[in-house]
């Protein structure tokens, strides 16, 4: 992910509980908190009602409280965990990072740097509204992001990217002139900083997501977007490439998992000839906001965020099928794409689907497994061979080339 971490053994996977969320409660800003009136009007940032629970506010509360003991004078020079708590080393690192700007952020950065695996099941319980964003910069953060220079920029893709920030109407905000700039501000940053990747349609649903999470800081969903271009973890260059190499991969991916988990879904769709394309691109491409309540999407993208694009990808879009099996036995290659439009319908599913994913998630091995059988000619196969061993990285950066700025 990020350039900062530390070598540490990761654990296997742990069935714990997922809490479950009250989606009919609402934030209430303070009588004098003027200036969030148009985030709490729009419900954006920590205003947005993705739900709440209080357990699971008190745990994060607490968990964020116990690095503050770590504040205190360094007792020791070897001492890891208090390497960054002197008070010259906490005021340089906010310094060398303008992306982390408040004191829980600081606490939420210790805890990802210290204990890494309990910092990802902590976000698959269930992340507070308060802290969502602060998570998503954490997990993503590197300061190679951070240097570039981020400004108003000019880039070839700036018509299309006009075009496109018209039709992104996930919610009333964007029809705010100052939301559509911002917008505007964040595709056309992207574009110039990876001219190899530029945009293509699908990138302006995600980042107008961001943008709503973030509470419309341009800036700062920049830098996390970048993240997602710039990372072996997340590998959205190879998504958002001209021909799409990441995107056939992950539905080869897919279809194989359905051939072997789902059989009978699998020859359903052999023998109505419903082509992945039609709905897994489009769940892919727009990172789920196409199809999806936009509450939901949000709830997903903390999944993704955790598990990377291949894993969180992969597992969600396996449980939703998991989930609708013998429905989708019914349906032919015309109902499909209306079946797959919860937004349409709306349907909340997010929380159903992620528990499902917690259950049996899919596996490294199961990738490189389908990439060593598969017969298909494309262009990352010979990657994924190596998907989560050593030496993925060192052909990642091959297959990456010149892409990233």
Known sequence: MGSFSCTQIEKSEINFNRLTLDFNK????????????????????????????????????????????????????????????????????????????????????????????????????????????????????????????????????????????????????????????????????????????????????????????????????????????????????????????????????????????LPKVYDHFINYNISPSIWISKILLSGFVYLFDLLDCVLFWDYIFIKGTVLGYTNLIMAMVTIHKDALLTKDEADLSTFFNFQDQKIRCAENIIKQALVKPIEEKEIRRIMRKTDKKLDLVELFKFFGKEGFEKLYQKFSKGITK
């Not at 939420?108 to 910092?119: D, G, P, S």
């Not at 419309?216 to 072996?232: G, H």
């Open 26 to 261: 609402q934030e209430k800003p303070k009588q004098d908190d003027r200036s969030h009136s148009f985030t709490y009007q729009y419900e954006i940032g920590k205003y947005l009602n993705v739900g709440k629970n209080p357990k699971l506010d008190e745990m994060w509360e607490e968990k964020l409280n116990s690095f503050k003991v770590y504040d205190e004078h360094t007792r020791t020079s070897s001492n890891y965990r208090n390497s960054l708590s002197t008070p010259k080393n906490i005021q340089q690192f906010f310094e060398e990072c303008p992306l982390i700007k408040y004191d829980y952020e600081y606490y939420m950065f210790r805890f990802f740097i210290q204990e890494k695996y309990e910092f990802k099941q902590y976000g698959l319980i269930g992340l507070p509204q308060k802290y969502r964003w602060a998570y998503w910069k954490v997990i993503t953060l590197q300061k190679g992001i951070i240097n570039k220079k981020i400004d108003s920029q000019i880039s070839d893709a700036s018509d299309c990217i006009k075009k496109d920030i018209n039709r992104t109407l996930i919610s009333d905000v964007f029809k705010e002139e100052s939301v559509i700039l911002k917008l505007d501000y964040v595709l056309t940053n992207l574009a110039s900083l990876y001219p190899k990747v530029g945009y293509c349609q699908g990138m302006n649903y995600i980042a107008a997501l961001f943008l709503m999470v973030s509470g419309v800081k341009e800036q700062e969903t920049v830098c996390v977007f970048a993240e997602l271009l710039d990372s072996s973890f997340y590998m959205f260059n190879l998504l958002f490439k001209d021909d799409l190499p990441l995107l056939f991969i992950m539905e080869e991916i897919i279809m194989n998992l359905i051939q072997v988990k």
